[in-house]
């Protein structure tokens, strides 16, 4: 009798486990696409390494402030970009919403994302 209850609550906290999630995380982006949506955009002013351009676009590869944001944040950011007259802004230039790319979809920006963590040192 034991036996038996102990198997149905095996079966049973399994059931839960997996109703609660217990599968692995859905990617946040296509890191692929992401590479190449940042080469034809985002390159101009981080560089095709993303290492930045002076005077333009920060260095990516060591941003502390890509490093402290959420995936979520990230896309807000980016669909919101950052005016030169935010106080944060520490390079004078705008960082414009989608980065100046108008055709870019929430999609794009994701798999952006998905490419910059990728490339995090």
Excluded at 109 to 115: H, P, R
Aim: proline fraction near 6%; charged fraction near 15%.
């Amino acid at each position: 009798m034991h036996r038996m209850m102990f198997i149905a609550l095996v079966v049973a906290s399994a059931a839960v486990l997996a109703a609660c999630g217990g599968a692995a995380p859905t990617p946040f982006g296509d890191s692929v696409a992401g590479q190449a949506a940042f080469t034809s955009t985002c390159a101009t002013c981080h560089g095709a390494d993303a290492l930045g351009v002076t005077g333009l676009g920060k260095d990516l590869t060591t941003s502390q402030f890509l490093r402290d944001q959420t995936d979520e944040q990230m896309l807000a950011f980016l669909l919101a970009g950052r005016p030169s007259s935010d106080p944060l802004n520490t390079t004078g230039v705008d960082m414009p919403p989608k980065g100046g790319n108008p055709a870019f979809t929430e999609d794009d920006l994701k798999n952006v994302v998905a490419y910059l963590r990728t490339i995090q040192q």
